[in-house]
């Protein structure tokens, strides 16, 4: 089946650092990619929305200067917290979509990022 | 405006127990799917099951089974004979439209406990 890998699994480090997730379909090409931020006991919020080789939709009320999103190739996509703060600490996790039309998404394991 | 709702907040119950976990959505598409994914302790999603706004037909896996019900926009789980490791969290969720380039909208979670 379907796989997306995503690393690191975790992540610690200190207040102002950035950090960079990556997202990876190991054997399907991925033209879309979601990223989704969960807080400790919360569900998963769209966060936004990565094609490949254009700019990422972001939702509302996520800044787009804090996450960059990059999704230069059809198998990956990375996410990068710029000066990242103890209020992004949070479990991040991809989803990838295989081909087009009604195919299901799948998700990776998740990042659990800890900004001390 | 799409929504997910999962009323209950956590459930325990005694092995061997039957559990159902309720859902109930809101969308104005007519074409849309249904999802109930599993979120264990390690913090990784696991797919359980996708339902397109088409299929009412009840489905049975195992001890999984799902009823779909349109008139009341529900989309409920049922484990039969809970076991321990059945201990989760678990989102039911939603996406407009019938392209996996949708966004999935995550309900709260039900936090089950299964208690030996």
């Known amino acids: 089946g379907a796989v997306v890998s995503q690393h690191p699994s975790r992540v610690i480090c200190k207040s102002g650092t950035s950090v960079k997730i990556e997202c990876r379909s190991l054997?399907?090409?991925?033209?879309?990619m979601f990223w989704y931020r969960q807080f400790p006991k919360q569900s998963l919020m769209l966060m936004a929305t990565s094609n490949e080789g254009s700019k990422a939709t972001y939702e509302q009320g996520v800044e787009k200067d804090k996450f960059l999103i990059n999704h230069a190739s059809l198998t990956l996509s990375t996410l990068t917290v710029t000066s990242a703060h103890p209020e992004d600490s949070s479990f991040y996790i991809c989803?990838?979509?295989?081909?087009?039309?009604?195919?299901?998404?799948?998700f990776g394991d998740g990042t659990r990022l800890s900004i001390l | 405006a799409q929504k997910v709702t999962q009323a209950q907040t956590e459930i325990s119950v005694v092995e061997k127990e039957d559990v159902t976990l309720d859902c109930v959505y809101e969308?104005?598409?007519?074409?849309?799917?249904l999802f109930w994914y599993k979120q264990p302790p390690s913090g990784e999603l696991v797919f359980l099951i996708r339902?397109?706004?088409?299929?009412?037909q009840n489905e049975i896996s195992g001890r999984y089974s799902w009823n779909f019900q349109k008139s009341t926009s529900s989309f409920n789980f049922t484990i039969t004979a809970s076991q321990v490791v059945d201990s989760a969290v678990y989102f039911c969720?939603?996406?407009?439209?019938?392209?996996?380039?949708?966004?999935?909208?995550f309900g709260s979670g039900t936090r089950l406990s299964i208690r030996p």
């Open positions: 969308t104005r598409d007519t074409t849309y799917y």
């Open positions: 989803s990838a979509m295989q081909g087009g039309g009604n195919q299901p998404q799948h």
């Open positions: 969720a939603l996406s407009e439209g019938y392209s996996s380039a949708s966004k999935i909208i």
């Open positions: 339902r397109n706004s088409f299929d009412e």
């Open positions: 054997d399907f090409q991925a033209t879309t």
